[in-house]
């Protein structure tokens, strides 16, 4: 499957954003899909997962409450909505996806997005 995200930009402090991930060449739907992170000079980190039909979501500790994942598969697209954004949420964000694994760990999933860039003024 490929995986194309979308939605990245400069925000301020408090402001929202919505990021897509939009995937191709598979059936989308038989994928758990997760959202990870990272900051300059950082590793690569855990924002936030969802269960194939969507039925399950799990999240990072620093965004409960402020982000919710979400997934269309009749679009073939995931989301991330980010409210009440901070400035240590920038980074870049990509999507993730793979068909055995639900979790946080990055290595665990097989297919990639490119990312988009989320950069948070203060």
């Known amino acids: 499957v490929q995986l194309v995200e979308s939605g990245g930009g400069l925000v301020q402090a408090g402001g929202s954003l919505r990021l897509s991930c939009a995937a191709s060449?598979?059936?989308?739907?038989?994928?758990?899909m997760g959202w990870f992170r990272q900051a300059p000079g950082k590793e690569r980190e855990f924002v936030a997962a969802?269960?194939?039909?969507?039925?399950?979501?799990d999240y990072a500790d620093f965004v409960k409450g402020r982000f919710t994942i979400s997934r269309d598969n009749v679009k073939d697209t995931g989301y991330l909505q980010m409210n009440s954004l901070k400035p240590e949420d920038t980074a870049v964000y990509y999507c993730?996806?793979?068909?055995?694994?639900?979790?946080?760990?990055?290595?665990?999933?097989?297919?990639w997005g490119q990312g988009t860039q989320v950069t948070v003024s203060s």
């Open positions: 993730a996806a793979n068909t055995n694994y639900y979790g946080t760990r990055a290595y665990r999933y097989d297919y």
């Open positions: 060449g598979r059936t989308f739907s038989s994928y758990f």
């Open positions: 969802i269960t194939a039909s969507g039925g399950r979501t």
